[in-house]
């Protein structure tokens, strides 16, 4: 099994999210084979050190520009555990290959008191934390991420949590990422991704949370589609990352993200 190892959202290795991509899994059986042949799409799994998630931006943007390098650019539909997920590779005018993902369809849902309460504390944060303009809720987009927004770019910094208490929660919810994030401007935001039930203390770039982050900004009524934003991510732990975020009309249409992948 060959193994490449790339970086998703930065054209810098120093940069971004790394990803681990397997392009020939084999061993798939008659039935499975028929079944990519009948519609055309291509089986994926995503696994972190310690779980399995059903769906992962990063990696799937690292897998489109690893089939590119090989095969060219064009169109794959990636069959996901979160459902079907079409990405688009291209090269950009600087050389870079870029993909764009389309989600499946997202949507928000209202976080319990309970859960609430429990989480701010294990971040050491309070209501008046909170940026009262951006409601608290848990939003998909393939994955469930609770989005809690900050009032100021300096309670993003400052990050600190108890890890272990973190992952029992996220356990016990079924939430995949705690998506923090700090609006700087209607269309620019910055975002930092607790990840401890897959065993990492925080995501560098988190495709996945930038799509539901997307549909939550829609549904809620926060950005007027067609919108076009950028989340930066990263940058707080050394590994700055770029994700572009296409929100488009409609109540149930996927949400588009867009980010450069380089090998490591």
């Known amino acids: 099994?060959?193994?490449?190892?790339?970086?998703?959202?930065?054209?810098?290795?120093?940069?971004?999210?790394?990803?681990?991509?397997?392009?020939?899994?084999?061993?798939?059986?008659?039935?499975?084979?028929?079944?990519?042949?009948?519609?055309?799409s291509l089986a994926v799994r995503y696994f972190s050190p310690l779980a399995e998630v059903p769906?992962?931006?990063?990696?799937?943007?690292?897998?489109?520009?690893?089939?590119?390098?090989?095969?060219?650019?064009?169109?794959?539909?990636?069959?996901?555990?979160?459902?079907?997920?079409?990405?688009?590779?291209?090269?950009?005018?600087?050389?870079?290959?870029?993909?764009?993902?389309?989600?499946?369809?997202?949507?928000?849902?209202?976080?319990?008191?309970a859960d609430l309460a429990e989480l701010l504390a294990i971040l050491g944060w309070s209501a008046a934390d909170l940026d009262p303009e951006l409601p608290v809720r848990?939003?998909?987009?393939?994955?469930?991420?609770?989005?809690?927004?900050?009032?100021?770019?300096?309670r993003l910094a400052a990050l600190d949590y108890d890890m272990p208490a973190l992952a029992a929660l996220m356990g016990r919810t079924g939430w995949t990422t705690v998506d923090l994030v700090w609006r700087e401007s209607p269309t620019v935001f910055h975002a930092r991704n607790p990840f401890p039930p897959g065993g990492v203390v925080e995501d560098p770039a988190t495709g996945a949370a930038a799509?539901?982050?997307?549909?939550?900004?829609?549904?809620?009524?926060?950005?007027?589609?067609?919108?076009?934003?950028?989340?930066?991510?990263?940058?707080?732990?050394?590994?700055?990352?770029?994700i572009t975020v296409s929100v488009p009309e409609g109540t149930d249409t996927g949400i588009s993200v867009?980010?450069?992948?380089?090998r490591l």
């Open 1 to 40: 099994m060959e193994i490449l190892r790339y970086v998703a959202f930065s054209t810098d290795p120093e940069g971004g999210n790394p990803a681990g991509v397997v392009l020939d899994a084999r061993g798939a059986d008659d039935a499975a084979m028929l079944a990519v042949a009948a519609d055309g």
């Open 55 to 113: 769906f992962c931006g990063h990696a799937t943007v690292a897998t489109a520009v690893a089939h590119a390098e090989r095969h060219g650019t064009g169109r794959l539909l990636l069959r996901t555990a979160a459902g079907l997920v079409p990405v688009t590779t291209e090269r950009a005018a600087d050389g870079t290959l870029q993909a764009t993902l389309v989600s499946v369809a997202p949507r928000t849902a209202p976080i319990g008191e």
């Open 138 to 154: 848990v939003a998909f987009g393939g994955a469930w991420h609770p989005v809690l927004a900050a009032a100021t770019r300096d």
């Open 211 to 242: 799509a539901a982050f997307g549909g939550y900004l829609r549904e809620l009524g926060l950005v007027t589609p067609p919108a076009r934003l950028t989340v930066r991510q990263g940058a707080d732990m050394g590994r700055p990352s770029t």
């Open 258 to 262: 867009t980010g450069t992948a380089v």
